[in-house]
């Protein structure tokens, strides 16, 4: 796809990964802050120190046993969504090259009571600081926005392994600013600014395909054939890659008797081994394409839920596991009038909540197992 809106996903990726089929991934995620009237500060605090705050998801691509290092930093100008609604992965704003903090850190992505502390603490004393002299920058929301623009989290070495996702809800990605009341016993206090629009936070990606079979991809208009890419058909979220499905040889199959189709049935099997190290997702949809690849659900029989196919795995063998569509509406209707617009076909991914969110990957073939459509029918 040209795009894929990443905004209002509430995920903050982080990171890059590199293998030799799927290329190069990185991402970055932006966010700004929510403006609330500041308490005051009492006139014996003491400022200690400041920390952006990542609390871990289950979502994560690579190798987490690997240390990674990730930086934030500042924007400097504000981020404005697309007809103020939309962010894109391919949406940017630019930002302060040097890092304001920056941590190194073993990933720990299945402890939910884990977290990644980013100390930021020369901004964040500055920004104390206005706080407790009521500056006018902190003094209403169109100056806090104008002072603060946003921020943007970076993968800062090229050693990294793996992308991150961390829970950008608003009460999970915060700035807390931590300081004490200089008493006899210390009185530890903290300010936490919470992140701000959903709208606003997002995940820009960048993909190489350099030494891939996906090299040639942007110069073929988005489409490349098979044929150029070792026999093998590509999904992934938040890049935009979609298997598309042609059956322009449906209307030789049939014209030479009188038949009537029963059933149509689409078999989706992955590449064997491709899925050790990446889980499959649990469920793919299935969209009607056109010469633009631009996707249209596809509904089930009762016209109103689209239609999934759910990964049936065989936990024994290993020979049969596969997603499987019944298509015999989809094919019936372009046989009607026994002509297959060889532009049009299917496309197999994940829904749009999914594809916002996720790196979800699916590798097929033709060969070793072919993707398949099975169809019964009656001739006479």
Request: with cysteine.
């Amino acid at each position: 796809l040209d795009s894929v809106i990443t905004s209002s996903s509430k995920m903050a990726y982080v990171g890059r990964y590199e293998d030799t089929i799927f290329g190069t991934i990185s991402c970055e995620s932006y966010f700004d802050l929510a403006y609330e009237s500041f308490s005051e500060i009492d006139a014996k605090a003491i400022y200690d120190s400041s920390a952006f705050i990542l609390q871990y998801t289950d979502n994560n691509f690579g190798d987490t046993t690997s240390r990674m290092s990730i930086g934030i930093h500042r924007l400097t100008e504000n981020i404005v969504p697309y007809n103020k609604l939309y962010l894109f992965n391919t949406s940017t704003f630019d930002y302060v090259p040097q890092a304001m903090g920056i941590a190194s850190f073993y990933p720990q992505p299945h402890l939910s009571d884990t977290a990644v502390s980013i100390q930021v603490n020369t901004f964040g004393e500055e920004l104390y600081n206005l706080i407790r002299d009521k500056d006018e920058k902190v003094s209403t929301e169109e100056w806090f926005n104008d002072y603060i623009k946003g921020f943007v989290l970076t993968s800062e070495t090229a050693d990294n392994k793996a992308l991150i996702g961390f829970n950008a809800g608003q009460e999970y990605l915060v700035l807390k600013i931590y300081y004490h009341i200089d008493k006899e016993e210390p009185e530890k206090k903290e300010i936490t600014i919470k992140t701000g629009d959903a709208s606003h936070q997002f995940n820009n990606v960048k993909y190489d395909f350099t030494d891939t079979p996906l090299y040639n991809i942007k110069m073929e208009g988005n489409e490349v054939p098979s044929t150029e890419t070792g026999n093998r058909a590509f999904m992934q979220g938040m890049i935009g890659l979609f298997p598309k499905l042609k059956f322009s040889s449906l209307q030789d199959i049939f014209a030479s008797e009188r038949w009537k189709v029963l059933k149509a049935e689409l078999i989706i099997e992955p590449v064997p081994y491709s899925y050790e190290l990446f889980g499959l997702p649990d469920s793919l949809y299935i969209f009607k394409s056109n010469k633009e690849n631009s996707r249209s659900t596809i509904y089930s029989s009762d016209g109103k839920t689209p239609m999934i196919a759910s990964f049936e795995s065989d936990y024994y063998l290993h020979e049969n596991n596969r997603y499987t569509y019944d298509i015999t509406t989809f094919i019936n209707n372009e046989l009607y009038d026994a002509y297959v617009n060889s532009y049009d076909g299917l496309m197999i991914g994940l829904n749009d909540s999914k594809l916002s969110s996720s790196f979800e990957r699916l590798l097929v073939e033709g060969k070793h197992p072919p993707v398949k459509l099975r169809l019964y029918y009656l001739s006479y």
